[in-house]
């Protein structure tokens, strides 16, 4: 049983097409994230999602938008595809909203754009 | 958000040989966490350290951070070719956790 399982696991597209990535945790875990990792590995903070509401925004564009239908679920769409999106992002969750929560991750999307 | 430096970017080992991993910052931290990832695959969650000069050991690999909570290690013994992979260090400041750049490990059979 996956505990947080996103798809699609590879993204090949063209710029400017629009896509959307879905996470799923079965954890019953209240926060959940979305992490984007470069070619150099660093992994950086997009956004973070407690209970359904937006807590972390960290300057992403507005090209990119997540969505939570509930808990359990954390989707990202991205409008108008650019090259420095080819990158691999990683969904997470928390039990909770707070300093020691540890991240479980998804085995990641590696989105590249042609 | 808080910035943690690590060191090396990269770490050849022979197997069989020691090694060290740091985390650096220039500020207090409130927690550290270490996280692994093996080629190909996502971050997995190794241990937290919240105290100031607190170790933990899992098999070989001693985790400690630093009395003055401004740096961490992770020192593994005896490197088999299981442990290559990434190794992140991570820190949490206004409830987000910002990673380090990570050490790179490579094995030599």
């Known amino acids: 049983d996956t505990a947080v399982s996103q798809t699609p696991k590879y993204l090949v597209t063209q710029m400017g097409n629009d896509k959307s990535i879905k996470c799923e945790q079965n954890l019953g875990h209240d926060t959940m994230y979305w992490y984007k990792q470069d070619s150099k590995k660093f992994l950086k903070i997009m956004f973070s999602y407690n209970n359904k509401e937006l807590i972390i925004n960290e300057t992403v564009p507005n090209r990119f938008s997540p969505k939570s239908p509930d808990k359990a679920h954390l989707n990202l769409h991205i409008n108008s595809l650019e090259l420095g999106d080819s990158a691999v992002y990683f969904c997470?969750?928390?039990?909770?909203?707070?300093?020691?929560?540890?991240?479980?991750f998804g085995s990641g999307t590696q989105l590249s754009v042609l | 958000g808080q910035q943690v430096m690590q060191i090396p970017q990269y770490q050849h080992v022979q197997e069989g040989e020691d090694f060290t991993t740091y985390c650096n910052s220039s500020t207090t931290l409130s927690n550290i966490q270490w996280y692994k990832q093996r080629p190909g695959g996502h971050p997995v969650f190794l241990i937290q350290l919240v105290k100031s000069g607190e170790v933990k050991k899992q098999k070989r690999l001693t985790f400690q951070f630093g009395e003055a909570k401004k740096n961490s290690s992770l020192h593994i013994t005896a490197t088999q070719t299981t442990d290559v992979g990434t190794y992140f260090c991570?820190?949490?400041?206004?409830?987000?956790?910002?990673f380090g750049a990570g050490t790179t490990v490579t094995v030599r059979a």
């Open positions: 997470a969750s928390s039990q909770m909203h707070g300093h020691n929560e540890k991240l479980f």
């Open positions: 991570a820190s949490s400041n206004d409830y987000k956790l910002s």
